[in-house]
């Protein structure tokens, strides 16, 4: 009868020993990386990404993109529908009007002076 051998790949002893436990029952040996002289291989996803340039970038992180801009376009639908609704039951709507004349006003008037917004 031959010997089924099991390879895990970790170089963590306490690891391969809890893993070697949970399949004695199966009869099988268990070999970590370390016993077979095999490096060790940084696995995470920044190793991965950063392994990969220019579309194979893009492509990892395709998923996380369009999530991140389907969030950002779904708030701010929100935003535009609450602002509008909010206009469109306004009574006085000739202030909102007065109200961005003015802003726009003075942003000219400020920019036309020359004042600079403190830098920090």
């Not at 999530?67 to 779904?74: K, S």
């Amino acid at each position: 009868m031959t010997t089924r051998v099991l390879v895990v790949a970790s170089h963590n002893p306490g690891k391969v020993r809890e893993i070697g436990a949970l399949l004695a029952p199966l009869g099988l040996t268990i070999k970590s990386a370390a016993e077979l002289g095999l490096p060790i291989v940084r696995s995470d996803i920044t190793a991965y990404s950063m392994a990969v340039d220019g579309w194979g970038r893009v492509l990892i992180l395709a998923p996380a993109i369009v999530i991140g801009v389907g969030l950002i376009a779904a708030v701010l639908i929100l935003l535009v529908r609450a602002f509008l609704d909010s206009i469109r039951d306004l009574k006085h709507k000739r202030l909102l009007w007065v109200g961005a004349a003015a802003l726009v006003g003075t942003v000219v008037l400020l920019t036309y002076l020359g004042v600079e917004l403190p830098k920090e």
